[in-house]
């Protein structure tokens, strides 16, 4: 059985590949990447269902980058 990991991000520079290869090498592990802003539509209730688990690598409040935090 697989775990279903949404993975949120943006707001900051890094290697999406290198990042999304750590969980490559697990194979009990599901991931799916969500880009703020967009991910705010799958973290409501009636589609983050679908997930065991969040893992938050994003970063509000940057100027520029169309990240705020409320």
Sequence with gaps: MSTNV???SKGHAY???SF???FEGISTVTTTLGEQPAAQV???PE???D???V???DMSGIPNVGLTHD
Aim: no cysteine.
């Design 6 to 8: 949404l993975i949120v």
């Design 15 to 17: 290697s999406h590949d």
């Design 20 to 22: 999304l290869r750590m």
């Design 42 to 44: 799958i973290l409501q």
């Design 47 to 49: 589609h983050i269902v």
């Design 51 to 53: 997930f065991d688990a």
């Design 55 to 57: 893992l938050f690598y």
